[in-house]
Every structure is written in C-alpha cells, then in structure tokens.
C-alpha cells in the first residue's frame, strides 16, 4: 500500500460491453503493480462494471454534487456576514455607551444603569399580597404535633 488511506476515483467508457467486462475481471482485486519503487507497487485495483450506467448519469451526478457544495459554501457565508455584522453593531452600540458616560460625567451629572446596555427592571409588590397577613399556627397546635 502507498500509505495514505485514501481512495481514488475514476470511470473508463469503454465501447463495447464484453471488453468493458473482460477488463474489469482480469484487472479487479489485482496488484496494480510497477516497478518495486514505485508509490502505487502495491496498491490494488477496484473495479466494477456498472450496467445500463450511461455518461450523462456521471455528469448529471458531479454537477449536482458543485450544486449542493456551492450551495453550503453559500449558506456558510452568509451565516458568517451576519455574524459580523451582529458583531460590528454591538461595537458600535458600546462606543455609543461609551461615549454617552463619558459626556455625562464631564458634566457632573450621574451614569445611571441604563447606559451600561443592561435593562433596569424594578419589582413592585402588588396590592393584594402586601394586604393578607402570614398565617400562622396558634402554639396550642404546634406544641401537640411536636412534643418534647
């Protein structure tokens, strides 16, 4: 073997059929041989006679398998633009930060956290659970479910 796990592809169109099979059974699983240096020496020859298999059906198979890759090369690409430009943005919107904190602060007013890009929420209670009370258990109860 070369040394390199990798297998390489090809066709041969042959004219008529019965040499097309003849050479494939003399030459499948077969040395491909050579001189004793040489890188192929003692790689093997894999071949198959495909029936009814016409030229076009190869053409048609390597042009769609461009299609698909240029259309995944494509995708990918697109995917990594609008990754950029996510990212240029969130450049641009902490320069503005930035630059907005340090205005404020030569005017002496404060950085409120709104400027950070962080949303400020506030909680309030609601009406109705700050008016009902915790309930709690008179000591009568407590002291017989747990005695000492």
Do not use: C
């Amino acid at each position: 073997s070369s040394g390199i796990n990798a297998e390489y592809g090809g066709w041969i169109e042959f004219k008529r059929k019965k040499i097309a099979r003849a050479v494939v059974a003399a030459l499948n699983g077969n040395i491909i041989g050579g001189k004793k240096g040489s890188y192929y020496h003692d790689d093997i020859w894999s071949m198959k006679y495909l029936p009814r298999f016409k030229w076009a059906h190869l053409t048609e198979k390597l042009a769609y398998d461009a299609a698909v890759r240029r259309k995944r090369l494509q995708t990918e690409l697109s995917q990594v633009k609008r990754e950029t430009s996510f990212f240029l943005e969130q450049v641009d919107k902490k320069k503005q930060i930035t630059s907005i904190k340090r205005k404020r602060e030569e005017k002496g007013q404060s950085v409120e956290a709104e400027t950070s890009g962080e949303p400020s929420a506030k909680q309030r209670q609601l009406a109705s659970t700050a008016s009902k009370k915790e309930k709690t258990l008179p000591g009568s109860i407590l002291s017989s479910v747990f005695t000492q």
